[in-house]
């Protein structure tokens, strides 16, 4: 299985690096207010699947971020639970040896 993964990586890197070699033309990018850039088309490619993998990252962490802040108010809420519990067994406790 290890080496089977092995060929497919070095057939993607084999795609991807003949896709570059084939796309070196040059390419304008034009933006707002007539500003210009010119860069070969496979950079810019590259420009834009990065950005785009930067906004995906992004987009996630915020996610991740607002489950970590809701784990940890329940862990605090289970706590208090908990301590909550152990109050009441202790005064159960002492009632029953009172």
Known sequence: MRYLLWVIKFVLFVLVLSFAVKNTDTVTVRYYL???WQAPLIFVLLVSFCAGIA?????GLTQVFRQQREIAALKRKLREINHRGTEITEKTARVIEG
């Not at 906004?55 to 987009?59: L, S, T, Y």
């Open 34 to 36: 007539g500003n210009e």
């Open 55 to 59: 906004v995906g990252i992004f987009a």
